[in-house]
């Protein structure tokens, strides 16, 4: 489950602007993945990763 939030995030961020926008815009890490979270996608680092590997 945790594989498809990280893939849906990564679409979301292709195709969404302001979204893409605001994640780039959040320095501090930490926040970075509250607001992240707060969007509805969880997944780890090593999800995310193997997400895009996957896609590319």
């Not at 979204?19 to 090593?46: C, H, P, W």
Request: glycine share 2%; net charge negative; with cysteine.
């Amino acid at each position: 489950m945790c594989q498809e939030q990280a893939k849906a995030f990564i679409e979301k961020l292709k195709h969404d602007e302001t979204f893409r926008e605001t994640v780039i815009m959040i320095e501090d890490v930490e926040a970075k993945l509250e607001y992240i979270n707060q969007e509805g996608y969880i997944f780890t680092s090593d999800e995310l990763d193997f997400a895009v590997s996957s896609i590319l």
